[in-house]
Every structure is written in structure tokens, then in C-alpha cells.
């Protein structure tokens, strides 16, 4: 089964928008990535509910 999908954010930088693959694990995860656009590293937080539902904050890591 796969449970990554695709989700849309926003940079906190340069507002561009980037695709990132969310894997459906219930519960928190935090991570940090470059932006493919400027390079600058963003945390992502990200909670996913039992329904499968998920909320995604993208924040500045600096
Ligand atoms: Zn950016």
C-alpha cells in the first residue's frame, strides 16, 4: 500500500509553490528541506489525523 501522496505548499520565503510527497502516518512529523526555489531551508510540520486528513505548516528555520 502506499501511503505517500502529494500535497501543495507555499514557500515562507518566496511564496513559490512546491509539491511535497507527505507520508499517511498518523501523527507529527517535523523535517527540514531546502527550497527547490531559493535554497533557503524551510520547516515543514506535519500532522496527520485518523481520517486521513492533514495539516501542513511551513515555517521559516532561521
Ligand atoms: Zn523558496
Redesign the pocket.
Known amino acids: 500500500m502506499n501511503t505517500e501522496e502529494y500535497e501543495f505548499v507555499s514557500?515562507p520565503?518566496?511564496w513559490?509553490q512546491l509539491e511535497i510527497a507527505v507520508e499517511r502516518i498518523s501523527g507529527r512529523q517535523e523535517y527540514t528541506e531546502d527550497?527547490h526555489?531559493?535554497c533557503?531551508p524551510i520547516l515543514f510540520q506535519i500532522e496527520t489525523f485518523e481520517d486521513g486528513e492533514c495539516d501542513i505548516q511551513t515555517l521559516m528555520d532561521e
Do not use: Q
Open positions: 514557500c520565503y518566496c513559490e527550497c526555489v531559493c533557503r
